[in-house]
């Protein structure tokens, strides 16, 4: 039988300390998540068995399982068969689908995910600016002409994304920071919906030069290292987006 009850050890927050009374699955996953995050759990290491977690947190063989399942489809969890249960060693885009649908549900207007890509992409510009390298610099120019090359040829809305998406994924490279890369990752998740109609309303009015522009000025800082352009250049490379987002968004 399952019990709840308050604890004086329960202050502490310790893996296998009882809890106050919640949720007992949320409150089983939130336990083993802050283990993880304060480095009580390594990664690669086998958590408690359900014995132990049933013994320890006061709780029900069940609903440790169910919290259990909840962490694996997450991707934070590995079971192994006759091993027992570990945490994830790396990083899983299984992780990235409950952020994603939690930052859309939580401020997912499309204001609030450009003020979100605008933030991320100036540190990420100005870090790739620090950083790069000029076999960098050739490959983002080489992005370009491919994109170059698909607006004269081929300017289908899926061509010209493909080639948007994967000029930026070389800007995120040159960064070479782990976090913001798998971070970029969420965002553009949050952001290709509007993205894609930014894109489409560029292919309608044939605006082509422009968009080409916006790419080659972000080349220009990156090359020339000019991080006092970074500002003005990521504001005027989302401002078509954002008058389309705006011309898009449902009437209240």
Known sequence: METNLPSEASTAGGLLEPFENKTVVDRIVDRLTKAILSRELLPGQKIPTETDLCESLRVGRNSVREAIK??????????RRSEGTFVSEGFSERMLDPMVYGLFLEGGDSF????????FDTGVLQ???SKRTETEVAELEAALAAMTSVMRDNPTEEAILRE???FHR???MMARNPLADKISMVIE???LPSRTDAVRSFIDKGEFD??????QDMV???RERDDAAVGRIIDDHYSHWRSVSVRMRPRP
């Not at 609030?112 to 890509?117: C, G, N, T």
């Open 112 to 119: 609030a995910i450009i003020e979100l890509r605008k933030l």
């Open 164 to 166: 948007d998406l994967k």
């Open 210 to 215: 422009g968009f080409l522009r916006k790419h």
């Open 189 to 191: 998740r949050l952001t």
């Open 70 to 79: 909840v962490l694996v489809a997450m991707g934070v969890l590995v079971i």
């Open 170 to 172: 070389i800007i995120g």
């Open 220 to 222: 220009r800082v990156i």
């Open 127 to 129: 870090l790739a600016i």
